[in-house]
T-cell receptor
Framework: SQTIHQWPATLVQPVGSPLSLECTVE??????LYWYRQAAGRGLQLLFY??????ISSEVPQNLSASRPQDRQFILSSKKLLLSDSGFYLC?????????FGEGSWLTVV | AQSVTQLGSHVSVSEGALVLLRCNYS??????LFWYVQYPNQGLQLLLK??????LVKGINGFEAEFKKSETSFHLTKPSAHMSDAAEYFC????????????FGKGITLSVRP
């Protein structure tokens, strides 16, 4: 069966520091992968999606970037974090007609 | 483009009472429809989905939803609420084409009173 993992689960970072959140999917090949952000009171926002290695589409211009170095690996990064980057980040994969989510990563920028 | 409307941000019911969470969508073509549940500090878990076929779909934990095309609705129900149902619930819509995006409603927080 397919599984999706995200890490770290919780992160507290100072303003201006870099960020790297990692997501891996097991049990499938060449999945569409997604990064969502859930900020307090703002619902779920699609940040990036990828249909294959090295193929990244950005939905919202911002301080973040994404990369897909391997088929089942999706990384969310920032060179310099802002306070507004705080939130709950969710990785997801596409199983055809249904999207499944990872456990999420809590990011607090202080 | 598709959109989802979940009216209200919070619903409170007594334990054992009916749960009804409303969801209306807008889409140019018949979409796929989903309900996800999020427990505190956790990711989103799929409750149920409608893709094709029977319009009444059953999900996990005793929840069900009915796709009503004429009303563009996909309301979530459960006959008897349990304390463990307290969570945030998201309705989502997706067009049927390849690589289509999943669009979420704003979510509804369900509280269950003892």
């Amino acid at each position: 069966s397919q599984t999706i993992h995200q890490w770290p689960a919780t992160l507290v970072q100072p303003v201006g520091s870099p960020l790297s959140l990692e997501c891996t999917v097991e049990g499938t090949s060449n999945p569409n992968l997604y990064w969502y952000r859930q900020a307090a009171g703002r619902g779920l926002q699609l940040l990036f999606y990828s249909v294959g290695i090295g193929q990244i589409s950005s939905e919202v211009p911002q301080n973040l970037s994404a990369s897909r170095p391997q088929d089942r690996q999706f990384i969310l990064s920032s060179k310099k974090l802002l306070l507004s980057d705080s939130g709950f980040y969710l990785c997801a994969w596409d199983a055809g007609n249904t999207i499944y989510f990872g456990e999420g990563s809590w990011l607090t920028v202080v | 483009a598709q959109s989802v409307t979940q009216l209200g941000s919070h619903v409170s019911v007594s334990e054992g009472a009916l749960v009804l969470l409303r969801c209306n969508y807008s889409s140019s073509v018949p979409p796929y429809l989903f309900w996800y549940v999020q427990y505190p500090n956790q990711g989103l878990q799929l409750l149920l989905k409608y893709t094709t076929g029977a319009t009444l779909v059953k999900g996990i934990n005793g929840f069900e939803a009915e796709f009503k095309k004429s009303e563009t609705s996909f309301h979530l129900t459960k006959p008897s609420a349990h304390m463990s149902d307290a969570a945030e619930y998201f309705c989502a819509v997706r067009l049927t084409g390849a690589n289509s995006k999943l669009t979420f409603g704003k979510g509804i927080t369900l509280s269950v009173r003892p």
